[in-house]
Each structure stands twice: as C-alpha cells, then as structure tokens.
C-alpha cells in the first residue's frame, strides 16, 4: 500500500511540475521576451534542475539498489547457478556503466549547451574516429557477453555426466508428472497413443526397461550431485522453473528437451539459510498455458545423497502398484498395442 501512495504522489508531483511549466511558457509568450532576457532566466533554471535531477536519479538508484537488494534475490542452490548469476551480475554492470555515461553526457550536454542570445551552434556533420570508438567497443563487449552465456548455456544442454540421476519431467494441464528409472538405470520408452486415465505419462510398460520405472507423488534429488531432468509436454507449452536452481527450459509437445545440473544445497540447509522452516524448493510453469496456470506447481526435495539413496530404494514401481494394467491393454486391443510396440522400437532404432 505505502508503494502505492509514494506511486500516486510522484505521479501527482509530475503532473503539477509539468503545468507549472508550461504556465511559465504561456506567460513568456505572451510578454514577447523581444529581448530574450526571461528566456535566458528560464533556461538556465531548465538547465540546472538537468543536472539537479542527475544526481538525485544516480542517489535514488543505487540507494534503493542497496536498501532493497535482499528482497529482489533469491540464494543460489546450484553449481550452474553460480555461472548463470555471475553472467547476470556482469551483464547489469556493463549495461548500467553504459546507461549512466551516456545520460551523464546527455545531461551535461543539456547544461552546458543551453540556449545563450549571443552563442551559435556548431555545424559537426561526422567524425570517422567516434563511430568507430562507439561501434566497436560496445560490439566487443557485447561479444563478451553472448559467448560466456552461450558457453554456460551449452554446456548444461549437452550430455549429461554418465553418473547423472535422470528425472523425466512432464507437464500437462495444469501440474507435473515425474518419472524415475528403477534399478536397470534405463527409463522405458514412452508414446502419447498409450495415454490413458491409468497410464498418464503414456509409457510403454511392455518395453522391458519401463517394467522398473516408478513414478513418485514427490520428486527427490541428491545435493552435490549430477541430476538430468528429461523434459516433455503432453498437451500445450509449459516451462519448467526452479529459480533457486536459476533453472529454466520450456517443455513442449513433440519436442523433448533436457537440463542438466548440480544442486549444492539440500532443502534442510536452505530452510536453515534462509530462516524458513517451511521452505520447499518450488518447480513452476513460467508460461501462461491457460486458465489454471497459476496453480501449475510441485515441489523438488534436495536430499543427502545417503538419504536420497533411502528414498529411492523405498520406492516401488508402477506396474507393482498397478499389475492389473498390462493385462488391460493386451485385453483391450492385442493388435494395437502391438503396432505401438513396433512404432516405439523404430524409433529407438532410429536415435
């Protein structure tokens, strides 16, 4: 509310700021000013609240950069975070450097260039050596900028280390469905033919190395660990967001993606870092994918890697819950499922 108020009178201070002045141009109008004498008066007063309004913008920038910096971040958990924060801190320092050289130049300009009776402007057409200072120099920095981010990016949507956890994520309207592989280390194949109200994921739990896979109501990973999230759609775009990972990547129909990284932090160190005791590690859509957006979350637990071991091997596969599925199927169309049977095997042949 108080961000509201300070709001409405900033606005308030504009609007009764802009009409004083232009009262004050109306009235210099009307007197003529055949000597130009109230002119000058009045420019010179623009021209030092220019520089007036310099400094006060510089202070109230990094004084409330300071000030509020805590409530605008959130602690880093993960080793490609560091790399993704690092980038991100390089790239505001050089875009605010450039923001307030130029507008110091351009408010300075504004000052000592002000309108003077006696003073003509000069004609300075084009200067060689300027463009190419101000062409090249922003060029080679911007360069910087996109390679590191290219190279960080890259290298997190590349392979994944061979000792890599893998975690299929899917998301449909409107939450997240996971997927881990059993004991063989291999999740079976999967096809959106076989999607059904028992078998939402549509894997193919004929395929040998799905008959393992369990699907958890929570996802677990291990801290200090390489974890590969596998990543799909079922229906409409979505996007997978941890932001105390600084992970992000879309998941979209018929185009499976991937994101590999290393969490540093397990939810417990993280609870005690932050002073919540309730704080979960959140995994959310970050695109509008319709009306029950908002609700699209789930929670990621980040666990010792002794603990996550436990975790994991309590677990129990699908089919053991569900034994009465694949006799289901075979029931219900013999010579469908064996058609999909086959798409799935060309299709790993192909890969």
């Given at each position: 509310m108080l961000n509201f108020v300070i709001l409405v009178s900033v606005i308030l201070i504009g609007a009764i700021l802009v009409t004083i002045f232009r009262a004050h141009t109306l009235v210099q109008v009307v007197r003529g000013n055949k000597d130009g004498e109230s002119l000058g008066k009045s420019n010179k007063i623009n021209a030092a609240l220019f520089l007036v309004f310099l400094v006060l913008g510089i202070v109230l920038f990094f004084g409330y950069s300071y000030t509020q910096f805590d409530r605008y971040t959130?602690?880093?958990a993960s080793e490609h975070g560091e790399v993704t924060f690092q980038i991100f801190w390089w790239t505001t320092g050089v875009t605010v450097a450039a923001f307030i050289l130029t507008h110091i130049l351009l408010f300075w300009f504004a000052y000592r260039y002000q309108y003077k009776s006696d003073s003509t402007a000069n004609f300075y057409p084009h200067n060689d050596k300027l463009e190419l200072i101000w062409t090249v120099i922003p060029a080679f920095v911007l360069a910087l900028l996109i390679f590191s981010g290219f190279r960080a990016w890259d290298k997190i949507t590349d392979q994944a280390p061979d000792n890599a956890e893998v975690v299929e994520i899917m998301g449909y309207q409107y939450a997240w469905a996971s997927r881990y592989p059993g004991p063989d280390g291999k999740l079976g194949p999967y096809d959106y033919k076989l999607i059904d109200f028992e078998n939402q994921m549509g894997v193919d739990f004929t395929n040998q190395f799905a008959k393992d896979d369990f699907i958890p109501r929570e996802i677990h990973i291990p801290k200090g660990k390489p974890v590969l999230f596998k990543i799909r759609a079922r229906d409409v775009i979505h996007s997978v967001y941890v932001?105390?990972?600084?992970?992000?990547?879309?998941?979209?129909?018929?185009?499976?993606?991937?994101?590999?990284?290393?969490?540093?932090?397990?939810?417990?160190?993280?609870?005690?870092?932050t002073g919540n005791p309730d704080f979960t590690y959140e995994l959310v859509c970050n695109k509008i994918c319709g009306k029950g957006h908002f609700a699209m979350r789930s929670t990621i637990v980040v666990d010792e890697p002794a603990d996550y071991e436990v975790w994991k091997a309590s677990q129990k596969s699908w089919l053991s819950k569900n034994p009465e599925y694949l006799s289901k199927i075979e029931a219900k169309s013999p010579v469908e499922t064996v058609a999909v049977k086959e798409e799935i095997e060309e299709a790993e042949a192909s890969l």
């Open positions: 959130v602690p880093v932001p105390h990972f600084r992970l992000q990547m879309n998941a979209v129909p018929g185009l499976p993606t991937q994101f590999w990284f290393v969490p540093t932090k397990t939810t417990a160190e993280m609870a005690e870092e």
